[in-house]
Each structure stands twice: as structure tokens, then as C-alpha cells.
């Protein structure tokens, strides 16, 4: 049986999973922001705490939410290296040709790696807990001052939510297209750079070739059930935000408010 692409949503009824998509989006941003401005252990660990907090709460498996660190292991390799070897800090700690490395520059790629692996984190937490439905009516109501400069917000938060659901399938079909190539011969695990360079030149085309079939048939799919773009889609009165919601985005706030002592500290 197939594993469950990252970043899906999974249902569930946990305290998260019951949560207004609009407070979750909000929330998301409050806590990217504590992200972004973690710069210190503290906050590090701080923040670390926070997920892992929401995590527990939120009932899911560990390894869909993690996911995307472990696939792209090799990027963040790339993005740590690049930023130790060529940051021209304090701290030298050896120096070849056009590499140095300094203790200035490894801080510096640590520091990156961490912040976009706990963005991923933070962002799989909300598609997984978020119904694609919730979660285009959330940014329907986020867009909405947009229609004052004749913007189709509907059609853009469509777009928005199909897109983000549509990410992990199409990593999927990027590892079922690997799985096939390498039995065809493909050497992905080349240590030789041109070997491997090439080898994911046919891994390519598929990919682009099942995301425009895969567009195509949505397309065909939506006409189908009536679907036109240009017509006025019905108004949906916002339902009222809950106790748990306003409680959830206090918790944030929280969260964010000690990450910004923390940075003071």
C-alpha cells in the first residue's frame, strides 16, 4: 500500500483539526513570524517546543509532517554548505582556494537550515489539519478587500488551495517516476556530478507531462459539475468564531510574544 503523500490533509478530530480555518491561517502567520526570529538556542528550543506541542495535540503521524525534511535532506546539505563555506566571517577555521570556513559561517547555515525546516513543518501542520474546502473559504475572506480593485478573489483562492493540495501529490509522482527510472537503470546515487545531473533529465519531462494531465482532467472534472468561472459564486455566511478559536490565537500570540523577549534577552 502506498504511504500517504506529506503535506495531505488528514482527517481527524482533534482540537486543531476543530479549529476555524481562519484562525489556523492567522495562527500559521503568528507563528512563522516566532519562526523567522528565532535566532538563539533558546528560541530555537522555544519553538521546537511549540510544534511539537501542536503536534501532540493535533493527533498526527510524525512522519508525514516531517516528511519534507527527510526528502530534501540534500538541500538543506546544499544550503548549510553554501553558507559555510563562502561566508566571509570571523572565527576562521580553514581556508582552501575559495572556501573558507569560519565559525561565523557555519552559525549562518545552521540558522538557515533551521528556519526553513521548521517552516515546512509548520506549513504541513496546517495543510494536514485544514480541509481543502476550509481552507479556500479562509483565504476568501482574507482576499476579500482585493475585489475592491476588481481582483476575481474566488477564482485566486481556488487556485491558492488547489495548488497546495496538489504539491504532494505531484511529489508523489515524482518518487513513483524515480522508483521507475531506477529500475530502468537511472543512477540517482551517482557520486559522479555529470552521471547524476543527467540522470534526472528524464525524471523531469514525466513530471511536467502527469502535473498538465492532471491539470487537464481537474479541468474536465469542474466543467463537469458546473463549474464557470465567471458566474457569481453564492455568498457564505462566515460563521462565528468559538471560544477554542479565540483561545488558540491568544496561544500564538503567547508564543510569539516570548520568542520577541527571548531575541531581546
Avoid at 102 to 121: C, K, M, P, T, Y
Avoid at 131 to 136: C, Y
Avoid at 160 to 179: H, W, Y
Avoid at 246 to 258: D, H, K, P, S, Y
Wanted: net charge positive; with cysteine; proline share 5%.
Amino acid at each position: 500500500m502506498s504511504r500517504m503523500p506529506a503535506g495531505q490533509y488528514i482527517p481527524g478530530r482533534s482540537p486543531v483539526h476543530r479549529l476555524d480555518a481562519r484562525i489556523k491561517i492567522c495562527g500559521f502567520l503568528i507563528l512563522l513570524a516566532a519562526v523567522i526570529g528565532a535566532g538563539s538556542w533558546a528560541g530555537y528550543l522555544w519553538v521546537i517546543l511549540a510544534l511539537a506541542a501542536i503536534l501532540r495535540i493535533s493527533g498526527l503521524p510524525l512522519r508525514p509532517v516531517l516528511e519534507p525534511f527527510l526528502r530534501l535532506w540534500t538541500f538543506f546539505l546544499v544550503i548549510f554548505l553554501m553558507n559555510a563555506l563562502f561566508f566571509d566571517g570571523q572565527g576562521g577555521i580553514w581556508s582552501w582556494w575559495i572556501f573558507h570556513l569560519s565559525a561565523e559561517g557555519v552559525r549562518r547555515g545552521f540558522s538557515v537550515v533551521v528556519h526553513v525546516a521548521l517552516a515546512l513543518v509548520l506549513g504541513n501542520l496546517l495543510t494536514c489539519t485544514t480541509a481543502p474546502m476550509e481552507l479556500m473559504e479562509a483565504l476568501k475572506v482574507f482576499l476579500r478587500p482585493l475585489k475592491l480593485i476588481r481582483v476575481p478573489v474566488d477564482d485566486v483562492a481556488m487556485i491558492l488551495s488547489v495548488a497546495v493540495q496538489f504539491v504532494p501529490t505531484l511529489l508523489e509522482e515524482a518518487d513513483t517516476v524515480k522508483k521507475a527510472q531506477i529500475a530502468r537503470g537511472a543512477r540517482f546515487e551517482s557520486k559522479k556530478l555529470t552521471e547524476k545531473a543527467a540522470s534526472f533529465i528524464p525524471l523531469v519531462v514525466p513530471v511536467f507531462i502527469a502535473a498538465f494531465r492532471r491539470a487537464d482532467e481537474l479541468a474536465l472534472a469542474m466543467e463537469a459539475r458546473g463549474y464557470r468561472g465567471k458566474r457569481k459564486s453564492p455568498k457564505r455566511k462566515s460563521a462565528c468564531l468559538q471560544a477554542p478559536d479565540i483561545t488558540a490565537l491568544a496561544v500564538c500570540a503567547a508564543v510569539f510574544a516570548v520568542q520577541f523577549l527571548l531575541i531581546h534577552i
